[in-house]
């Protein structure tokens, strides 16, 4: 699986592969480009670690 490199307005996650759910708080922001970006997480692998910071991260 490649990983994801660059900043982006929108990730959705849909998966909850390892690789995913192991990354790093600051691995997810460095993917973001700003706080106005919008993090889907369908399946919620990230809820305990970022919900809280971004105001457009949603989950299931």
């Known amino acids: 699986m490649n990983k994801p490199k660059g900043k982006y ?3 959705i996650v849909a ?3 390892k690789e995913f759910k ?3 708080k600051k691995k ?7 706080n106005n970006s ?3 997480d369908i399946k919620a ?3 305990k670690k970022i919900s809280n ?3 457009n991260y949603w989950c299931l």
Not at 28 to 34: G, T, V
């Open 53 to 55: 910071e971004l105001q």
């Open 9 to 11: 307005d929108c990730i």
């Open 45 to 47: 692998i990230w809820n």
């Open 38 to 40: 919008y993090i889907v």
């Open 15 to 17: 998966v909850a592969h």
């Open 28 to 34: 997810i922001s460095e993917l973001i480009k700003n």
């Open 22 to 24: 192991k990354m790093s």
